[in-house]
């Protein structure tokens, strides 16, 4: 990545004075829950805090809008087709899983799309109509390091934009899903790990008329692009048919943003040197990839992001700071 002015001298003062006062600035702060969406007409953005509230920001007037305050997380927010209404996973009271639910803009009317209590329902998209949402459903939680849990056994599923019954659309379960997009010929595309792999990465599938999960991997930039690359977060551009994705490719878990325009070779956006980006979007005019850059980490090493854009030269800026991410105001 091109980073221009990315205040890394106020980010080193900042992560010496956390360390003196102990514990209460930026450097305990966890970003797990942050995540965002672009607007079809990509004039607002939807992102989740990493408190687990929702809020829009409109670029242009710089505007904050709360859309959520409560107790419970709230994230992975995208909005619907025709802009009025965003699906998000939200964590259930009492259990250590998320369900899926539709949140109407204007009157902030919370609809249930998913409810089941044993399952973990995350990462929602949109159709390419908005009549449906593709989601990753999890149904083991099982034990992991350290006493903590995890959840296993992910599926591809789908459930109707107004409510209904989920469906399960692939048979094999994957170790890890990602999110699921629907390309403009009804072409399901995700990234997945299978548990049927010699070596664990992530891979992106294709879904097609006939239904069967089909793994993919696009053109090599060159002859040095790693073979066993991981892939992550597929979104569309605005002919609803070019993929772009996250993927490491170029360095070993150094994380850039590409698009692949099928049998072309593909386009490096945004190259990587802070190790993450991620959730990368589209604007619809391709004239900007909008895109999460991990610019630091707490004292766990965990990433801590800022939003940021890149344009069609690679030229990066800042669009939301780490501390609009962290504790959003006016």
């Known amino acids: 990545m091109n980073t221009k002015p990315m205040r890394r001298c106020w980010m080193v003062l900042l992560l010496g004075v956390g360390t003196l006062v102990g514990c209460f600035g930026m450097t305990q702060v966890e970003h797990a829950h942050v995540g965002f969406d672009l607007s079809p007409d990509g004039q607002t953005v939807v992102f989740s805090s990493s408190k687990g509230d929702l809020f829009l920001w ?12 409560t107790s419970i997380i709230e994230t992975l927010p995208c909005f619907s087709p025709d802009g009025k209404s965003i699906v998000y996973a939200r964590s259930q009271a009492k259990d250590n899983s998320f369900q899926i639910c539709r949140l109407d803009i204007d009157t902030r009317k919370v609809t249930e799309l998913t409810t089941t209590p044993d399952t973990n329902d995350m990462c929602p998209q949109f159709s390419t109509d908005g009549s449906t949402v593709f989601f990753a459903l999890a149904t083991l939680l099982r034990d992991y390091s350290l006493g903590g849990k995890v959840w296993d056994k992910w599926y591809v599923c789908q459930v109707p934009a107004a ?11 994957y170790s890890s899903l990602y999110r699921i997009v629907q390309q403009a010929d009804g072409t399901l595309v995700y990234s997945a790990e299978n548990y049927k792999m010699p070596t664990v990465y992530t891979r992106l599938y294709r879904i097609g008329e006939d239904g069967i999960p089909t793994p993919f991997t696009p053109a090599d930039q060159d002859a040095a692009s790693r073979k066993d690359a991981h892939y992550y977060d597929v979104a569309l551009a605005s002919d609803q048919q070019t993929l772009v994705y996250v993927c490491d490719t170029r360095k070993d878990f150094y994380y850039d943003i590409r698009s692949d325009h ?7 956006l945004a190259r990587s040197e802070v190790r993450m980006n991620r959730y990368p979007a589209m604007a619809p005019n391709d004239e900007y990839v909008y895109f999460l850059a991990g610019t630091s980490a707490n004292f766990s090493n965990r990433t801590i992001y800022s939003l940021w854009r ?20 006016p």
């Open 163 to 173: 409510g209904g019954p989920v469906t399960q659309i692939t048979d094999e379960p």
């Open 58 to 69: 409109e670029i242009e007037t710089e505007t904050l809008t709360r859309l959520t305050d």
């Open 262 to 268: 099928g049998d072309a070779v593909p386009q490096f």
């Open 310 to 329: 890149v344009d069609r030269n690679g030229e990066t800026e800042e669009v939301l700071p780490e501390a609009m991410l962290t504790d959003p105001v």
